[in-house]
């Protein structure tokens, strides 16, 4: 089994800044890509960005120039640095990852979810 962890959600003022984690563990062979989506109140949920094992990067339109997206395979780890941050970036954040496991079999893994709220 393969687990994701966000954490580094909250509440933040707008125009300010977070920084995402998401941690995978388990029965880990190989992390293919990996990525961030959200999911709003009453919207479904929408690709923010992604990373492929080889570092090339995808972002949605409303995350180009704002968020950028890493990850440091060392530690399975993927990261979320978003930027001037709107109300309209309230959501739950949700890390995604494409993991090879010990058993050679491929799946699509989902963590658990991280709430951000822009608000003054």
């Known amino acids: 089994q393969v687990h994701l962890v966000e954490s580094g959600g909250g509440l933040v003022q707008p125009g300010g800044s977070l920084r995402l984690s998401c941690a995978a563990s388990?029965?880990?062979?190989?992390?293919?890509?990996m990525g961030w989506y959200r999911q709003a109140p009453g919207k479904e949920r929408e690709l923010v960005a992604t990373?492929?094992?080889?570092?090339?990067?995808n972002y949605a339109d409303s995350a180009k120039g704002r968020c950028t997206i890493s990850r440091e395979d060392a530690k399975n780890t993927v990261y979320l640095q978003i930027n001037s941050l709107k109300p309209e970036d309230t959501a739950v954040y949700y890390c995604?990852?494409?993991?090879?496991?010990?058993?050679?079999?491929?799946?699509?893994?989902w963590g658990q979810g991280t709430q951000v709220t822009v608000s003054s």
């Open positions: 995604n990852a494409v993991v090879t496991t010990t058993w050679s079999r491929t799946y699509n893994y």
């Open positions: 388990g029965s880990i062979f190989r992390i293919n890509d």
């Open positions: 990373i492929t094992s080889s570092g090339t990067t």
